[in-house]
């Protein structure tokens, strides 16, 4: 390890902000998650780390809600943000990063916690500047309101569902989170003679960017361009909002979508990877490590 390499540790979100934002905002598309969660995030979360060499910033990493998330790092970098959440025997349920360097800190966690690689879902980040193609499908776009909650109470667990098979959540978490999400202005839905045909979200704004997220359309609805109607719409929109581009993650299993989206004018960016772990010893246990 290079001994110029440290840890940089955070209590106040405005510092953890003020420290890694520029440099992450040098590369803002292929670090849109990290940003956008921490710039929505109103209290400190309970881990805010960051290593630095002589070159300057190497590697920032938090806990925004439950995993972790992490930016480009190195091996260097892992091993002292490891080191750091077992000295607070903060067990991590997953990570998310870039790949391949959040793959390798998840085998570097595997072994240092010892505990088991769970699930394993494999994105990619997409980036659109502008529309290339306007699908032919009949309807119009709308903003969801507090009213839609009927329909995209059960559209938003049908999503969580199918895109987060390792941890379903119950109907009542998704009717609570769409409730929320409702009241903030997130949702969109695509009407078909004024009956809602599909939605999507709109999330995590950076300086520049904005994301389309929860995508989903009922099955009783789907192989009607419904979804990559509502898409294209909802892209111009964010646009039209004043961002420089617009940007998704698609499920790698899923070549279907993958294709659509490349036809409406979003382009690979790079992968990511969300890791889930299975514990059986508590953390204590793996807490002493090398000074």
């Not at 929505?40 to 590697?59: H, I, K, N, Y």
């Not at 995209?152 to 390792?166: C, K, M, T």
Request: proline share 6%; glycine share 6%; hydrophobic share 35%.
């Amino acid at each position: 390890m290079p001994t110029s390499l440290r840890l940089e540790v955070f209590e106040q979100i405005a510092f953890f902000r003020e420290s890694v934002v520029p440099d992450l905002e040098e590369d803002e598309t292929k670090n849109s998650a990290f940003l956008g969660n921490l710039f929505r995030l109103t209290e400190s979360p309970v881990f805010m780390v960051r290593t630095l060499d002589d070159a300057g910033q190497d590697l920032a990493a938090m806990i925004p809600a439950d995993s972790l998330m992490v930016t480009k790092g190195s091996e260097a970098s892992h091993d002292l943000v490891i080191k750091e959440l077992l000295r607070r025997e903060i067990d991590i349920p997953g990570v998310m990063g870039p790949t391949p360097y959040n793959g390798e800190f998840a085998d570097r966690w595997i072994i240092e916690r010892g505990c088991r690689m769970g699930s394993v879902f494999h994105m990619r980040l997409y980036e659109l500047t502008q529309v290339a193609q306007q699908p032919n499908s009949n309807g119009s776009r709308r903003a969801a309101t507090e009213e839609d909650l009927s329909t995209i109470g059960p559209w938003l667990h049908g999503f969580r569902l199918e895109a987060l098979s390792h941890d379903p959540p119950s109907l009542d978490d998704s009717m609570e989170s769409a409730q929320r999400l409702l009241r903030e202005g997130r949702f969109h839905l695509w009407e078909v003679d004024n009956r809602p045909v599909a939605m999507a979200g709109q999330a995590r704004p950076t300086r520049r960017t904005i994301t389309i997220n929860a995508v989903y359309t009922p099955p009783e609805n789907r192989s009607k361009g419904y979804a990559s109607r509502l898409v294209a719409s909802l892209s111009q929109y964010g646009l039209d909002l004043g961002k420089s581009s617009v940007v998704l993650f698609t499920d790698l299993r899923n070549p279907v979508s993958n294709s659509i989206y490349m036809k409406i004018g979003f382009r690979p960016v790079c992968d990511y990877d969300a890791y889930h772990f299975n514990y059986e010893r508590s953390p204590s246990d793996f807490s002493q490590v090398d000074s």
